[in-house]
């Protein structure tokens, strides 16, 4: 985790006394898009380095995965053709919002599968296979929003920029 941040009251990082699926849950609960990755880099290390020992729970607890992801903003900017500026920085600013969606639903399968292990019971190889999607969604993720911020600068922190309409194209 970034060192700058703080843990969010109420919702403590990932760690080592996590099961696979809680860290997943944290991710899925956090808002912010910035801690999201940097939950999901820290639990893919865990998880990888065996750090965290189980997938769910022990004793069970009865958690469950929320019906949406926590966000810090629902909206995408309308994207145009790409043929102006305006449009070429909406179609950007889209594609991190995808890549942020795409973190979420790698953790998504990873608590639901993992919850349920009476109806899918399935192998430590399918959540290895997972947590490496989530981390490779992380990467897009980073990369594109930081090309964002360099094309428009103060606007990775919530990603809510409006662009308004673009431009026809
Ligand atoms: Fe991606």
Known sequence: MDNQQQPMPGLPPPGPDDSL???A??????PDPWRKADYTYA??????????KCVRPTPWQHLQAPDRPA???EKAPRRGKGGTLASR?????????????????SWDVVARFGLRPEEYDMPREFFDDF???A????RHFTALAKRLEVRLPGVN????????QPERD
Do not use: F, P, Y
């Open 157 to 164: 922190s919530t990603l809510d920029l409006s662009l308004g």
């Open 43 to 52: 639990t893919a290390r865990m998880w990888r380095e065996g750090m965290i």
């Open 71 to 73: 966000r810090s903003d």
């Open 131 to 133: 947590v490496k999607v």
């Open 89 to 105: 920085q909406a179609l950007l600013h889209s594609a991190v919002h995808i890549e942020n969606w795409a973190v979420d639903l």
């Open 25 to 30: 849950l944290k991710v899925l609960n956090c």
């Open 21 to 23: 699926v809680e860290c």
């Open 135 to 138: 981390e490779d969604e992380c």
